[in-house]
């Protein structure tokens, strides 16, 4: 069975910085591209952020709202994906998600709540 | 990379059919059959329900279809059932090698 498990969200002041996981199983990681999105209270879904798997590059892209502030990574090792989330805005207060697409079915996270306030 | 166009709302009574479009450009909905729908109900992660324009997911209900033309891609459900209430987004790749959600349409049935 796939499972994505997400961790780290919490409160944070604004300028803070914050590190998400996503802990994944059942699949083969190593061979999935792995994408970040968030919702934001009461409003609809954004896209944040990819990382190819190693064989396709393993570059990473992101939206813009969050291009040079968040970083994804992907440990294949441990089937961890992570999103290095700095210099945070209000505007980032969100449930994250991570999700994954393959063999023709995508399977979502629980999400987790990242609060960005002082 | 703006947000795909989708109605804020629509609605239909049990059984009959509705159609929820998802208006991008030739940057995104009209340059690859890489459209994506989402139902998301209250307080549950989202779950896909078409991808690659028409496509659906093992276990999505064949109630479920969607399609392409040009620059829109359309979801359509028939046979509306009392469990499809939820929110439905679309997405879709971009030239920029990004993906762009569309902004959730509600779907209500009477």
């Known amino acids: 069975e796939v499972q994505l498990v997400e961790s780290g969200g919490g409160l944070v002041q604004p300028g803070g910085s914050l590190r998400l996981s996503c802990a994944a199983s059942g699949f083969t990681f190593s061979n999935v591209w792995m994408t970040w999105v968030r919702q934001a209270p009461g409003k609809g879904l954004e896209w944040v952020g990819h990382v190819k798997s190693k064989s396709e590059g393993g570059t990473a892209n992101y939206a813009a709202p969050v291009k040079g502030r968040f970083t994804i990574s992907r440990d294949d090792s441990k089937n961890t994906l992570n999103l290095q989330m700095n210099s945070l805005k209000t505007e980032d207060t969100a449930i994250y998600y991570c999700m994954a697409e393959f063999g023709g079915s995508g399977y979502w996270g629980q999400g987790t709540l990242v609060t960005v306030s002082s | 990379q703006s947000a795909l166009t989708q109605p804020a709302s629509v609605s239909g009574s049990p059984g009959q059919s509705i159609t929820i479009s998802c208006t991008g450009s030739s940057s995104d909905v009209g340059a690859y059959n890489y459209v994506s729908w989402y139902q998301q109900h209250p307080g549950k992660a989202p779950k896909l329900m078409i991808f690659?324009?028409?496509n659906r997911p093992s276990g999505v209900s064949n109630r479920f279809s969607g399609s392409k033309s040009g620059n829109t891609a359309s979801l359509t459900i028939s046979g509306l059932q009392a469990e499809d209430e939820a929110d439905y987004y679309c997405s879709s790749y971009t030239t920029s090698s990004t993906w762009v959600f569309g902004g959730g349409t509600k779907l209500t049935v009477l």
């Open positions: 690659d324009v028409s």
